[in-house]
């Protein structure tokens, strides 16, 4: 079984909060911007691969850069900032507990594949907000 941060267990359909942080941002300003994220790691010794997304699949904690949030309001763009994705998991891909890989589908439709331990789900405890 996959588990979610907090050890909460994560099964395909479940809306979660991909926590990450930012390597890059580039292309258009705005919410088009294109975002390069690392996953948090589930594990101290684990580096989970980057993946792509677009600014308004994301809601990062800066206030200042290129990038428009889904909230239509926060700016993101400095590297190393924390971010939140959340998205619905298609399908649980390999492995189990944290370091189970989900694909998981963004708001802008993109899918990508994250370590279940780099995400939360509405119930661990209210860490993170859930997909809308």
């Known amino acids: 079984m996959a588990k979610a941060k907090g050890n909460s ?69 400095t590297v190393g900032e ?6 619905k998991v298609l399908a649980i891909v390999s492995g189990v507990g944290s370091i189970a890989i989900l694909s998981v589908q963004l708001r802008s439709g993109l899918i990508v594949q994250v370590p279940s331990g780099s995400c939360t789900t509405p119930n661990n405890m209210g860490n993170g907000p859930s997909a809308q």
């Open 82 to 87: 924390q971010c939140t994705t959340p998205g």
């Open 9 to 77: 267990p994560v099964q395909v359909g479940d809306q979660v909060s991909i926590l990450s942080n930012l390597v890059s941002i580039g292309g258009a300003i705005g919410s088009n911007a294109v975002v390069v994220l690392q996953p948090q790691s589930p594990v101290l010794s684990l580096v989970p691969p980057t993946f792509n997304a677009l600014a308004s699949d994301s809601l990062g904690s800066s206030g200042q850069g290129q990038g428009l949030a889904y909230d239509g309001y926060q700016i993101y763009g």
